[in-house]
């Protein structure tokens, strides 16, 4: 080729069309991505089935054991006896049938979990979006009020209010707000920043100019925009919030009566040399259950993240 | 021509990006060549495979870009398959490499003159402390920054854009390459800016010699600047050869095409392509008309914060005055910084002006009512720069275009889906796309959809803020054309703003040239551009690139 040729390239049979509309093309959004996304990975799979089983467990536990985990069922003369058949993992220091107590004890975990991770989201969600949103100083004394929170460990606060409340007060809707009420402050943090990063959007600009109001704005187009880290967070904390609820119980501020892991690992510590079983086995379950709702979390913030599916 | 040495050799070069079978190829076997001491350009759209193909000479490709055939040799040396070491000897010191966009380049925690210290030592050009300042502050004189020693200490945010691209073109030229790569290097600038800045790197390479690979989207600049012309489009080369000839006597379809389209002083204003009924208005009677937008004696002031408690008023928008009649264009044209949007956002009731007033068909909106202006909104929609932000990425497109109709409670339902789909249809788009979702379309049809939403309250004003800016030139010229169609359809009036004079060319009737919060001329555009009376406007004429080239004449 020499320098000064003037080469065309032959033309192709096709219609040159400028900016065609791709009509057949995939359908495409922030969560349909996830989901295609999602559902290529055996680790989502993997713990959303675990989750689902220990929804289900707290739910009806009656469909994972027929044994009674309190009263009758539970025989001294069993005390820390090894599995037997019907008893797959044993009895405990008051002879109750262990796998029975970790079925039945999912409730308490599962719901004190999820109704602080809904009541911590909710209030984190309003003071982040409303700071973040109206800045100035609604930003400034909410920002305030939740670096006060921040500061609080979540764990002694509900450890104070338990004690403050009278035994037989101690219902699931008070445990959860003791440690969902003191857990907001970092959800807040975060919604706040992700609407500080949403507002700039040229599309809010839009709205305003099409008459949309302040507040409709804010419900209509910044929030949506908003959720995906939020979920993220709110699937981590509902681990962090199983694991507050069974502290709480080991410390015997736990809801009172109720059968649940925290109580059972507390119970199973003067036996730890004797009988480590009773000890491992609901110290198990709260750790695959953790780790269930963490690895979820995990798994929808890189799928939400097209820059971190991008690097796949 | 003396004795013609090919110094940079390119054979059937095919790259490729993802992994396995999401293996996709985006560059189909492109040969060209670079001789010593000439300019070539690629020119293409965005996804044409230009910089792609520019930075795998360097193996510079990002993620998992990588060459899967072909040959890339420089003075004869073949480069694919170089070892990591050898490759990075390479750069720098025989391949130098202008980045896109100097914003982003310069590491904001290092001082400059470190960045440039840092090269000349990774490079071995000194290794004596005192001869590496030295010789650091020759390359940024060099490179055209006054008091160089002094800048060497500031840091990337102290610079303004322009001065940081020519402290990255200093960079890449420091260690006197044989190539240098400049990939879209002044695409962020202003148009003044990057005359200064081209001149001054055509400057430096005709002096020492240095053959440049140039990679732009615009035809003129391409034409202007470079020796020869490449035209790449969906990986391939479709067309290449000496840059007049190129612009004259295109051969290939899609070059032609590109050629008619590009923008330029000599092109005419684009016409709707149904010719309108009414008698072609003489320009003098266009000013007699009734205005529908008009702004008086507009300021806008922000205070800056200083240290403490002072701050210091700044004048953004400074007494700027002007009038659209019905149906027509007005374009409000400066660089960045002048004002121009701030006057938009002003016009549209999203900034409440320090003083002076805006009428709106002859009302003054400045002491409106909240209703009042609830109920101007509809008459009066605006059109943003990017197509990418300016749609809520989480609704469908339906609902997109029925917000408005919805906010201001017209129809029902059913009748609000039926407006949707002429809306979609006057905009030329297929009605199917009513139930999807902004990410799936591109660019310019997302700009559609913008357009299609701003019509839907039948307004008889839009103000198009930068609304093709961000486009390629072939969607550009559709979009105006597009916007050119509706006003003579529909009656109405735009106001137009743009950093682009060649745009103001084919799009506008009339024109408001800004610096520094002030209007410094304004008139029509056939009068402006023919005289310009003020010698700012002559200059941003003059830094048009491509200016005497017969583009888009046809």
């Known amino acids: ?312 | 021509m003396t004795e013609e040495k090919t110094l940079l050799s390119v054979r059937d070069l095919t790259i490729s990006f993802g992994k396995g079978k999401k293996q996709r190829e985006v560059v189909h076997g492109v040969s060209f060549d670079v001789y010593e001491g000439e300019t070539v350009a690629i020119v293409g759209e965005s996804g044409s495979g230009k910089s792609t193909t520019a930075t795998a000479v360097i193996d510079l490709l990002p993620g998992t870009g990588q060459v899967t055939g072909g040959t890339v040799s420089l003075n004869g040396r073949e480069l694919t398959g170089l070892k990591r070491s050898e490759m990075e000897r390479l750069r720098g010191r025989e391949i130098g490499y202008v980045p896109q966009d100097p914003m982003s380049n310069l590491n904001p925690v290092w001082s400059v003159g470190f960045q440039v210290k840092e090269t000349i030592r990774a490079n071995g050009l000194a290794s004596n402390r005192r001869e590496v300042h030295k010789l650091a502050v020759e390359v940024l004189q060099n490179a055209g920054l006054a008091d160089a020693e002094r800048r060497m200490h500031q840091f990337p945010h102290q610079f303004s854009g322009g001065m940081r691209q020519r402290a990255l073109i200093g960079i890449g030229l420091s260690a006197d390459p044989k190539l240098l790569i400049a990939d879209e290097p002044t695409s962020a600038l202003d148009v003044t800016v990057q005359q200064v800045i081209l001149d001054h790197l055509a400057g430096l390479t005709r002096d020492k010699g240095t053959s440049v690979l140039f990679i732009t989207h615009d035809l003129g600049l391409a034409a202007e600047r470079a020796d020869r012309i490449i035209v790449m489009s969906r990986g391939e080369i479709v067309e290449s050869g000496p840059s007049r000839e190129i612009l004259e006597n295109p051969q290939h379809p899609y070059t032609q095409r590109l050629v008619a389209a590009a923008p330029s002083l000599a092109s005419k204003r684009i016409q709707a392509s149904v010719v309108s009924s009414g008698a072609i208005q003489q320009t003098s009677v266009l000013l007699e008309q009734e205005p529908v937008v008009e702004v008086r004696e507009l300021v806008k002031e922000y205070q800056i914060r200083g240290g403490g408690l002072r701050s210091t008023p700044f004048r953004a928008v400074d007494g700027v005055s002007f009038q659209i009649p019905k149906g027509k264009t007005l374009a409000l044209v400066g660089e960045s910084g002048s004002g121009k949007s701030t006057v938009a956002k002003m016009v549209l009731q999203l900034e409440k002006p320090t003083s002076g007033s805006v009428l709106i068909e002859g009302r003054e909106t400045t002491s409106m009512s909240r209703q009042d202006v609830f109920d101007l909104r509809s008459r009066m929609q605006p059109v943003f720069q990017d197509p990418y932000g300016s749609l809520d990425p989480m609704r469908s497109l339906g609902s997109l275009i029925a917000e408005p109709l919805k906010i201001h409670g017209i129809g029902d339902a059913a009748s609000r889906r039926a407006r949707v789909h002429e809306l979609l249809e006057q905009v030329a788009l297929p009605v199917s796309l009513a139930e999807r979702y902004p990410n799936e379309l591109s660019g310019g049809q997302r700009q559609r959809i913008a357009v299609a939403r701003a019509l839907a309250l039948k307004p008889s004003i839009i103000v198009l803020d930068e609304a093709v800016s961000a486009l390629d030139v072939l969607v550009q010229d559709q979009i105006l054309q597009l916007l050119s169609d509706l006003q003579s359809e529909l009656d109405l009036t735009y106001l137009f703003i743009t950093h682009d004079l060649a745009v103001v060319r084919v799009a506008a009737d009339l024109v408001a040239v800004m610096e520094k919060g002030r209007i410094v001329e304004q008139g029509t555009v056939d009068r402006v551009f023919a005289n310009p009376e003020m010698e700012y406007t002559q200059r941003l004429l003059n830094a048009i690139p491509g200016k005497d080239l017969k583009l888009g004449a046809a």
């Open chain 1, 1 to 312: 080729m020499s320098r000064n040729d003037h080469f065309v390239a032959p033309v192709k049979g096709e219609e040159l069309v400028i900016d065609r509309v791709a009509v057949d093309a995939k359908r495409s959004n922030l969560w349909l991505d996830a989901w295609r996304d999602m559902r290529r990975r055996p680790l989502f799979w993997i713990a959303t089935v675990v989750a689902l089983v220990i929804v289900v467990m707290a739910i009806v536990p009656q469909l994972f054991t027929n044994v009674s985990p309190t009263g009758g069922a539970c025989q001294l003369l069993q005390s820390n006896e090894g599995a037997a058949p019907g008893h797959p993992l044993g009895f405990d220091k008051q002879g109750c049938d262990i796998w029975s107590r970790i079925a039945w004890g999912s409730r308490t975990s599962v719901t004190v979990g999820l109704l602080a991770t809904i009541i911590g989201t909710v209030i984190g969600l309003v003071m982040g979006a409303l700071a973040g949103f109206f800045g100035g100083w609604v930003d400034a004394v909410l920002s305030r009020i939740g670096d006060i929170f921040f500061t609080i460990p979540y764990i002694i606060a509900a450890i104070v209010v338990m004690t403050v409340v009278p035994k037989d007060e101690r219902t699931v809707l008070v445990l959860a707000f003791a440690i969902g009420g003191f857990s907001w402050a970092s959800v807040a943090r975060i919604v706040r920043a992700e609407i500080l990063r949403v507002k700039q959007a040229d599309f809010v600009m839009a709205s305003t100019a099409l008459g949309l109001g302040r507040f409709r704005t804010l419900i209509s187009h910044v929030l949506p925009n908003s959720v995906a880290p939020l979920i993220v967070v709110a699937t981590l904390s509902l681990g962090n919030n199983i694991v507050a609820e069974s502290v709480l119980s080991f410390l015997g501020v736990g809801l009172s009566g109720s059968i649940s892991w925290g109580a059972d690992i507390s119970q199973a510590q003067s036996v730890i040399r004797t009988a480590p079983m009773s000890l491992i086995y609901p110290s198990l379950a709260l750790t695959i259950t953790v780790l269930a709702f963490i690895m979820l979390g995990e798994v929808l913030r890189d799928s939400l993240d097209p820059k971190a599916r991008a690097q796949r």
